[in-house]
């Protein structure tokens, strides 16, 4: 395995910490999407919140365009439409077993990473897991990914989970 990977497609960062030598984690963060993209980090974060009898908070960033003089924010998404996203990550978890809890983030597009490191500060998270849209590498490489943002600025381990991995 190569260094920062813990397993097929989940790449990490930041120090391991837990007893037995393994990883140990009470307060885990998970950001959903509206597009189901992260169901794979969100089943990922509930299993290893269960391990651990930890919480788990979900957070759901709603972006908004900048404002254009004379008029006021743009969300693509209303406020329904991402506390609707949110209730299903957290009854998902909950069916599971997890004790979870949400928020949901207004952002203004381009920060949606630091809206999530800021996330798992406020919430004194142990570790963040999410989710990495599938991409070509040379578009990653030139316009990076909330991902790569988010493991820059995180100041916890991070967790990435690639498409369709669990």
Request: aromatic residues 4%; glycine residues 10%; charged residues 20%.
């Amino acid at each position: 395995m190569a260094r920062g990977e813990l397993a097929d497609g989940i790449e990490a960062t930041g120090a391991w910490s837990g007893h037995d030598g393994g990883p140990s984690f009470r307060r885990i963060l998970v950001p959903v999407d509206a597009f189901g993209r992260s169901s794979g980090a969100l089943a990922l974060a509930t299993r290893l919140c269960l391990a651990d009898a930890g919480k788990l908070r979900i957070v759901h960033v709603r972006v908004f365009d900048p404002p254009v003089k004379g008029t006021g924010r743009f969300y693509p998404e209303s406020s329904e439409d991402a506390t609707a996203v949110l209730e299903r990550a957290a009854a998902g978890a909950w069916a599971r077993g997890a004790k979870a809890s949400g928020v949901v983030v207004d952002c203004q597009r381009g920060l949606v990473a630091q809206a999530i490191s800021d996330a798992g500060q406020d919430f004194n998270a142990e570790l963040i897991v999410l989710a990495r849209r599938s991409r070509l590498a040379i578009s990653r490489l030139l316009l990076g990914s909330i991902a790569d943002q988010v493991m820059r600025r995180a100041t916890c381990p991070v967790l990435v989970v690639r498409p369709g991995q669990q």
